[in-house]
């Protein structure tokens, strides 16, 4: 297997199950990947050899220590060169997900932390994504997502777990972006949608929108 390849099934399976919580199965896997699952089996037979991932075909997929680190350094790439893409060079939060995708690979963990040490050594990228610091150690958050929030509760967006541009786009364009405060005023008793005061405006929010958007409790 290709060694893009290879980082690219370690990330996504790292990231399907929760931080390496959970048993990612061949679908989920197949459907994130947008591979056929037949492909999918065949790649991690070859992860499972290289002791990279442990395979069980009835049972799922899990990473080894080794995978799992591996993942890590990839996530932290990632997430760096996205910040330094938003922060230094001016991309818009939609843009850098993309670009980042590519400049993940550059394995180099001098040029990383050199990044890292430019920006002051963030802890979140510009989607509210914890960045794990150069031993792998991630930022502890008591983050919810929005579709939690209760009726008069006052939440500061944190993060999105969506990051597509058009998902993106649309939280722009009704101004619900990392940083904004939101009070919930009302949650249709209908469809779960909630009805939040962001800057000094009405939005009418949809349950699955309201659960791609990470708040912090004020």
Known sequence: MRTETVENYLKTIYNLSSDNTAVVTNQKLADKLNINP?????????????????????????????????????????????????????????????IAEELEHVKNDKLINKLAELMGNPSFDPHGDPIPDAKGKFQKNKFVNLSEGKIKGAYKIMGVSDHSPVFLKYLEKHQLIIGAEVQVKNIEEVDGSLVVLCNKKEVIVSPKVAGNIIVAVK
């Open 38 to 98: 037949a492909s999918v089996t065949e790649a991690l037979r070859k992860l499972h050899e290289l002791k990279y991932v442990v395979y069980e075909k009835s049972y799922g997929t899990r990473l080894t220590a080794t995978g799992a680190k591996m993942a890590i350094d990839m996530v932290r790439r990632h997430r760096i060169w996205e910040t330094y893409l938003a922060k230094e060079l001016g991309f818009g939060w939609d843009e850098v997900h993309e």
